[in-house]
């Protein structure tokens, strides 16, 4: 039977460490969704399709495998795109003990509400450090986030910067 896992998050924007689950992630499941869902407690910075949008670019550019399938998902609760889908497991990127504990209880009513269980990735030592909203800032106040974000996402917002 072959397994499905999600990948989902804010995306806002992707950063070479999602990249890198996702990729690590494809190499592990027959195939990855990468859901880029809403967070209402965080404030947006791109419009949910740009950011879809740029992570099918990031995949393409890097030749990433075609078991990869970029969404969104605004509907509900992500354990029903799982549902929808047939995915068993979320694949979560944590960096710190900060993250361990953001994801916990996700993790924990996750499997309480549909037993879809979540495997905590660590991140390549070169991307623990990075986050969307470190390139947020960054962006926002000039700065160079091409060490940080796929070319498509350094492009992305270079062009929105010049606006
Ligand atoms: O990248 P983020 O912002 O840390 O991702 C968090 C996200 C969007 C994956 C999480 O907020 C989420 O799963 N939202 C979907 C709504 C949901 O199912 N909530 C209940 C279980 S946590």
Redesign the pocket.
């Known amino acids: 039977m072959s397994t499905i896992a999600v990948v989902?998050?804010?995306?806002?924007p992707v950063t070479l460490g999602h990249l890198d689950v996702i990729e690590r992630a494809a190499g592990i499941f027959d195939e990855v969704h990468v859901?880029v869902?809403?967070?209402?407690?965080?404030e947006a910075m791109l419009p949910i399709a740009q950011r879809v949008s740029l992570i099918e670019q990031a995949v393409a550019d890097r030749a990433l495998p075609d078991s990869i399938l970029v969404t969104s998902?605004s509907v509900?609760?992500?354990?029903?795109y799982c549902s929808d889908v047939g995915a068993s497991v979320l694949v979560?990127g944590v960096r710190s003990q900060v993250d361990v504990a953001?994801?916990t209880?996700?993790a924990i009513?996750?499997r309480n509400?549909a037993g879809v269980e979540t495997i905590f990735m660590l991140p390549d030592p070169a991307h623990a450090h990075v986050s969307?909203s470190l390139v947020r800032q960054v962006s926002a106040l000039g700065g160079d986030v091409a060490p940080y974000v796929p070319r498509a996402v350094a492009e992305y917002l270079d062009t929105v910067d010049q606006d």
């Open positions: 989902p998050g804010s995306f806002d859901v869902v809403h967070n209402p407690a965080k998902w509900g609760l992500l354990v029903d979560k953001y994801e209880p996700m009513v996750n509400l969307s």
